[in-house]
């Protein structure tokens, strides 16, 4: 088994145009989700939703605000999962019920140092 | 109550007591002389008693004759005397007569900090189980062997190994210390969640030795929840599921031991009493922020006690045990959520989860298998029940699953 990391981007003024009921809709199937990795032992960690503010750091002396949330690949949140290969974690994430309201996954292999 | 049936409920309620109290003076080295005290005890009552009849108060009897036994004990053992006496001197400055306090207070004390000495880390959880069973429970080799399907032999090895190793620990009899408790309550409540799950999940066919189980868990979490230190939320939402699953304990067996699944149940059975007590721990539980995975279990047998079917009540158990996952996995939630995401989300859907759970060679697996293909797809169920038949160990569970099989066979 290899760890993944799975990433979501948004475009967040998309995902502000949907309904709040749309939106629960979402959350539960996003939880049905999320369980049913945990199910097969293979979340190996729930991950966490980032706060849409922050700072882009590139050199010491230029510190940006940002990323800007206007950006449609807005870096949303991340779980970690287990999977035998890049091509199962691939299916796990084509589940991922954010997809049907414009999120894009990012499935990337840990390497670990 | 019998003479014949008296002798044992003593036995089991005052062996513990006198059992717990002694090993606390002595300490963990010495679990054995106190033991042995509490045994003999017991051995002179039954002998006496059955010619003469039973004294007028059994248990101060009892105790009059276990604290000579220990007073006797210290008197002929010059190397125990030296060895202990002088440590368990409190004020007293006489040096032989000890003082053994069989107080109510005492007594409930001993056992809480024995609780915390056997769920010692140093010791598999099997063997901790088998150890509470024997000096906090009072029961038998014998019990104890059928609980665990296995033989006294067995169990007198396994016993007489954690002993030996919570002495090279030298595990201490006392209380943790304040800031110690929460991280030493989880080691306990593990146990006695094992010990409760023993008796409602055994293979074993004694149905009242599993009742027994079940109550002796209870009865040391009530212990935990009396006492101020230890009333905690996490030990309320565990009492709070353990009045909830033995709610159901008249309705889960028919009359030939086999199980009676929960949408089976004659749910009149249900004990309304068990289900008010569960409510009320969950409302104690419910204080402070953390949610422990006995919360989140608790959570989900509450909502198995509504009697009537709702979307709303699936839907709360399907999320819980999707939390519960996230906490900790295990096969049986994994299996318990994908059959609520069948209830919530419909057959299908579950299906495809359920096949992904691959848990193969788990007769579980394929008996909620053979549920969600029901009405789906015959040929597939019965397949699958076939091989839950195959894997099943206990008879019950071979009974239940038989007759599922013949009932297809008749629908066919």
Redesign the interface.
């Known amino acids: 088994m290899k760890d993944f990391l799975l990433i979501f981007r948004n475009d967040y003024k998309s995902t502000s145009q949907h309904s709040p009921e749309e939106l629960q809709a979402v959350t539960?199937r996003w939880?049905?989700w999320?369980?049913?990795i945990?199910?097969?032992?293979k979340?190996t960690d729930?991950g966490n939703r980032l706060e849409p503010s922050g700072k882009v750091v590139r050199s010491s002396e230029l510190i940006t605000d940002g990323p800007y949330t206007e950006t449609k690949e807005f870096v949303g949140g991340y779980i970690a999962i287990k999977a035998a290969s890049l091509d199962e974690a691939t299916e796990i994430a084509k589940e991922c019920p954010g997809l049907s309201i414009g999120a894009t996954v990012e499935v990337r292999e840990v390497s670990v140092l | 109550m019998e003479q014949q049936e008296f002798i044992p409920h003593l036995f089991r309620t005052e062996y513990r007591k006198i059992t717990s109290v002694l090993c606390k003076l002595f300490g963990i080295d010495h679990i054995e002389i106190a033991e042995d005290i509490a045994s003999d005890t017991f051995l002179m009552a039954t002998e006496l008693w059955s010619i003469k009849g039973l004294p007028e108060n059994p248990t101060a009897w009892l105790y009059t004759v276990a604290k000579n036994k220990a007073k006797n004990y210290f008197k002929h053992n010059q190397i125990f005397r030296d060895k202990i006496v002088q440590q368990v001197q409190y004020s007293t400055s006489e040096i032989h007569e000890i003082e053994i306090d069989l107080s109510e207070k005492n007594i409930t004390d001993s056992q809480l900090q024995m609780m915390f000495a056997l769920c010692h880390p140093a010791i598999s959880t099997e063997a901790q189980i088998s150890l509470s069973l024997r000096i906090l429970c009072g029961f038998g080799i014998t019990e104890i062997a059928d609980a665990f399907l296995s033989n006294k032999e067995t169990i007198n090895k396994r016993l007489f190994r954690a002993k030996e190793k919570l002495r090279i620990a030298q595990v201490k009899i006392e209380f943790p210390k304040e800031k110690e408790i929460d991280e030493r309550l989880e080691t306990v409540l593990t146990t006695l969640y094992l010990l409760f799950n023993e008796g409602y999940y055994s293979s074993s066919q004694d149905t009242s030795l599993r009742k027994d189980l079940c109550l002796e868990a209870m009865r040391l979490t009530f212990l935990l929840v009396e006492n101020k230190q230890t009333n905690t939320p996490p030990v309320n939402a565990l009492l709070s599921l353990m009045c909830f699953h033995s709610s159901r304990f008249e309705a889960r067996t028919d009359q030939y031991g086999a199980t009676i699944l929960y949408q089976d149940q004659d749910k009149s059975l249900w004990n309304e009493e068990l289900i008010n007590k569960g409510k009320y721990y969950l409302s104690e539980a419910s204080q402070g922020n953390r949610v422990s995975k006995y919360h989140l279990e608790a959570g989900i047998a509450y909502w198995h006690t509504l009697k009537t079917e709702t979307t709303e009540k699936w839907?709360s158990i399907?999320?819980l045990?999707?939390?519960l996952?996230?906490i900790e996995?295990s096969p049986i939630?994994?299996l318990n959520?994908?059959y609520a995401?069948s209830k919530a989300?419909g057959n299908a859907e579950a299906i495809i989860?359920a096949e992904?759970?691959?848990l193969t060679d788990n007769h579980l697996y394929h008996s909620l298998l053979g549920e969600l293909y029901r009405g789906v797809d015959a040929t597939k169920a019965i397949l699958h029940f076939k091989t839950a038949l195959s894997l099943a160990k206990s008879p019950a569970d071979k009974m239940l699953i038989s007759n599922k099989i013949l009932d297809f066979e008749k629908k066919a």
């Open positions: 539960k939880m049905d999320i369980g049913g945990a199910a097969q032992n979340l729930k | 839907e399907l999320q045990y999707n939390r996952l996230l996995y939630a994994a959520r994908t995401l989300n989860e992904k759970l691959k």
